[in-house]
């Protein structure tokens, strides 16, 4: 009896890499990672996947997942064969929700961002220079930042004009398989203009509104099939015109030996730690100032600050009184889940503590040690552009 034998094969994977963790992807674990974001295929993705024969498998260790391809044979170079070739225009589109909301204060995100707004990730990338074991999949090769924010819509695409739009010269176009669709409602008034479509008949994918032929507008059309709500979307072309490092397939619908191995970065935010300090009536440093002459007081309070063992990091004093202590940190640092000491001679976690009668040496002394670190379910961007995490506490 004869055995069908089936081969599969890698067809490309996805890691998300986040600095802000020590293990580059999510926070410590024992058994099984906790990532922050679900990658999810569409509905569409799926469907297609089915078709070409093609199996979905995340890898949590990295965030990601890869794509393993049926194949048949191989060319003459010896690559395998795709068992069935995508057509033109198909591509890979993965909806991306957050788990973890803190992710947006601890990554170095933009601070506004609109609710019809989501990052958009894509392989229709121009850069020769990528590794192959490493494809960025953001606009800028340093990591995800508001070059991949674009503004999305639902099936009922609407635009405001500040000028008349002529009957007819308003269409939309689906930039992946070139598909249009005119207007279903056009309204002038007052030299300005409403134009409204209906987008169910397209596929998702980014779209471009064009007046007169001339681009007014570029949004991402969602379709009917994502988790709500989107963070991002993640979408791989099919198409063997890609720069040839970002390609999936080639034309002959081989695959060659080095697959593609993208990446999606984000970096880690950098703040100014500001430690607030409320000091209580009958807290030991208030006892303290209470037996000191007006002049020790005022020197008492000049000698307070909070001081590290990573001579890089310095505080400044910015209120001191009877009730009240405020120190900022020097230059803005990065947020991270564990924290090291840059400048000690071996490895030694940072310490953060607050000293008295810095500078004399008879009398310096710890008034509280092993300060709190800065949190991350809350940044201040009040003072924009410096960012900064506030530590509050109480003696």
């Known amino acids: 009896m004869s055995v069908l034998q089936v081969k ?40 297609l996947l089915r078709r070409l024969d093609w199996v979905y ?39 991306v929700t957050l788990r973890n909301y803190d992710v947006i204060n601890f990554n170095d995100l933009p601070i506004q961002q609109t609710s019809d707004e989501l990052y958009y990730f894509s392989n229709q990338i121009s850069d020769n220079t990528a590794a192959r074991s490493s494809l960025h999949l953001t606009h800028d090769t340093t990591g ?29 176009k689906h930039l992946l398989t070139g598909a249009t669709v005119f207007a279903k409602s056009l309204a002038n008034q007052n030299g300005q203009a409403d134009v409204a ?18 681009v007014a507008d570029e949004f991402y059309y969602l379709g009917s099939s994502f988790i709500q709500p989107v963070f991002g979307v993640i979408e791989i072309n099919l198409s063997d015109a890609l720069d040839a490092n970002f390609r999936v397939v080639e034309s002959d619908g081989s695959i060659t030996p080095d697959r593609p191995q ?16 409320f000091l209580q009536p009958n807290s030991p440093i208030v006892q303290e100032m209470n037996q000191l002459s007006a002049a020790d007081k005022t020197d008492f309070l000049s000698r307070l600050n909070v001081v590290t063992n990573d001579t890089n990091i310095s ?8 009730s009240q202590l405020v120190f900022v940190s020097a230059q803005a640092l990065p947020l991270q889940e564990n924290y090291m000491s840059g400048t000690s001679s071996t490895p030694a976690t940072l310490t953060m503590t607050l000293k008295k009668y810095i ?26 552009p410096n960012i900064y995490s506030n530590i509050f506490l109480t003696i």
């Open 359 to 384: 500078g004399n040496n008879a009398k310096e002394a710890s008034v509280k040690t092993n300060l709190s670190f800065p949190p991350t379910e809350t940044i201040d961007a009040t003072n924009l």
């Open 144 to 172: 995800v930042n508001s070059n991949d924010i674009v503004k999305f819509s639902t099936s009922a695409y609407s635009f405001h004009s500040t000028s008349p739009i002529g009957a007819g010269t308003a269409v939309v």
């Open 8 to 47: 599969y094969a890698e067809l490309l994977s996805l890691s998300v890499t986040q600095l802000f963790y020590q293990n580059k992807v999510c926070k410590k674990y024992q058994a099984e990672p906790i990532l922050d974001f679900q990658i999810v295929p569409t509905q569409e993705t799926i469907t």
């Open 262 to 277: 993208y990446n999606i970065l984000y970096t880690n935010r950098k703040t100014f730690w500001r430690y607030n300090i």
């Open 57 to 95: 498998k995340p890898t949590d260790t990295n965030g990601g997942f890869v794509i393993m391809a049926r194949v048949s044979g191989d060319n003459g170079s010896g690559n395998d064969l795709l068992r069935f070739i995508p057509k033109k225009g198909e591509k890979l589109t993965f909806g």
């Open 315 to 322: 505080f400044t004093a910015v209120t001191v009184n009877d």
């Open 197 to 214: 479509f209906d987008l169910s008949g397209f596929a998702s994918g980014k779209c471009q509104l064009l007046i007169s032929n001339v």
